[in-house]
């Protein structure tokens, strides 16, 4: 536990954070990533490059610092990391390496006459406290999925079975294990960690569960990105037969049991993780209200798939809205950018309903402005980020 000399001295430095976490955050990815080249797999250079992992990292840091004294108040930050983590492998011998060089930072950003020994000891021993809180949630969590069903720790290896093209931009892949033997069972809206080796370096990646698991098999629908390393090796040479390593499934964004109406609302390749929650819910008898934006037809992953089972199941009501009208595809229920309005009207007339939302950043955040504009309550309705999490007000 922190004094509270500790928690007075961190608290105190979150106007610095506010102004320059970013500056410090940038330099301390800069620091770790060229001195200890056996994280970088950990790490999506992409999100570097664009920012959102350092401003993701400044924003975290931000709460972890004012909420010192109140850690109950970080809500469910903690757990998106914890869960992040697993699905990565982070092990307790990463944890130095990181409070080594955020300490550093701190120093080398705001100067000794700021980051005095005392703020420094401080800050050493705030983040030893984050680090035991995550380090032995984490391993919880590991032990728990190793002896599960067919669950199991660390990297398993897994033989690609199938890929399908599901438009023109996103491929489907199914693994199936070496080993022939049982596989954890995914919660709908679940994510699963990639091990790779591209051009000899190691690159990890989580991806959405696109299906539901219980056939045995894993399935994945990747979107290739322009200049993604992992999306594109996965578009141009992982081939039906190549094997690689999966790490168990993660994540806290999954379809709680409930009688309400149920309403997915997805934009681009955030359709994946409303697949599986679309089909867990068939069976309970729900309302189910299946909202996609795309950018036009071509890019539209799962029409078919998602038409029968509309056809097929009464309570299920479908809507497709595409930014612009190729002249070529079947036709969206609207064309445009998803007006509150147009989402309004294709809302249950009830709004005690749970929502999901996922796709590009600037979309949820439309998303989540609409909904409480149209009455769905605020605690009803979640939403997962793709990379880094960052606010979407």
């Given at each position: 536990m922190l004094n509270a000399q500790d928690r007075a001295i961190v608290k105190a430095t979150v106007p610095l954070l506010?102004?320059?976490?970013?500056?410090?955050?940038?330099?301390?990815?800069?620091?770790?990533?060229?001195?200890?080249?056996?994280?970088?797999?950990?790490?999506?250079?992409?999100?570097?490059?664009?920012?959102?992992?350092?401003?993701?990292?400044?924003?975290?840091v931000l709460m972890y610092a004012r909420h010192i004294d109140q850690l109950e108040q970080l809500g469910g930050l903690v757990g998106?990391?914890?869960?992040?983590?697993?699905?990565?492998?982070?092990?307790?011998?990463?944890?130095?390496?990181?409070?080594?060089?955020l300490l550093r930072a701190i120093e080398e950003v705001l100067g000794k006459e700021i980051a005095t020994p005392e703020v420094i000891a401080a800050w050493g021993a705030?983040?030893?406290?984050?680090?035991?809180?995550?380090?032995?949630?984490?391993?919880?969590?590991?032990?728990?999925?190793?002896?599960?069903?067919?669950?199991?720790?660390g990297a398993r290896e897994f033989k690609l079975v199938?890929?399908?093209?599901?438009?023109?931009?996103?491929?489907?892949?199914?693994?199936?294990?070496?080993?022939?033997?049982?596989?954890?069972?995914?919660?709908?809206?679940?994510?699963i960690g990639l091990q790779l080796f591209i051009d000899g370096q190691e690159q990890r990646r989580n991806?959405?569960?696109?299906?539901?698991?219980?056939?045995?098999?894993?399935?994945?629908?990747?979107?290739?990105?322009?200049?993604?390393?992992?999306?594109n090796y996965l578009h141009e040479q992982l081939a039906v037969g190549a094997t690689i390593n999966l790490f168990p499934p993660s994540g806290e964004f999954t379809l709680s049991a409930s009688e309400k109406p149920l309403v997915l609302i997805s934009g681009g390749?955030?359709?994946?993780?409303?697949l599986p929650m679309l089909e867990a819910a068939l069976d309970s008898g729900r309302l189910v209200h299946f909202i996609h934006c795309a950018r036009n037809g071509a890019v539209h992953a799962f029409r078919g798939w998602v038409d029968e089972l509309a056809a097929r199941h009464p309570q299920v009501k479908r809507f497709y809205c595409y930014a612009e009208d190729d002249g070529v595809s079947q036709p969206a229920d609207a064309v445009g950018l998803l007006s509150a309005d147009q989402l309004g009207a294709w809302l249950p007339q009830e709004r005690d309903v749970d929502a999901y939302f996922l796709g590009p950043k600037a979309f949820m955040a439309t998303i989540k402005r609409h909904l409480k504009g149209l009455g769905v309550p605020e605690q009803q309705s979640r939403y997962e980020f793709f990379g880094p999490a960052s606010a979407l007000e």
């Open positions: 506010e102004s320059g976490g970013e500056a410090l955050t940038t330099h301390f990815y800069k620091l770790m990533l060229s001195e200890y080249p056996e994280v970088r797999p950990l790490f999506n250079q992409a999100h570097q490059a664009s920012g959102d992992q350092p401003r993701a990292l400044a924003n975290g998106q990391i914890i869960n992040k983590h697993v699905a990565l492998q982070i092990l307790p011998e990463h944890y130095p390496i990181v409070g080594s060089c705030a983040y030893q406290q984050l680090a035991d809180i995550l380090i032995g949630a984490e391993g919880d969590i590991y032990a728990q999925k190793a002896a599960a069903p067919g669950g199991w720790r199938e890929r399908v093209e599901e438009s023109s931009e996103i491929v489907s892949f199914y693994f199936a294990p070496v080993d022939g033997g049982a596989i954890l069972q995914a919660e709908p809206g679940q994510y991806y959405s569960l696109s299906a539901l698991s219980t056939a045995g098999q894993y399935r994945i629908s990747v979107k290739r990105e322009a200049g993604g390393k992992v999306s390749v955030g359709i994946t993780p409303t």
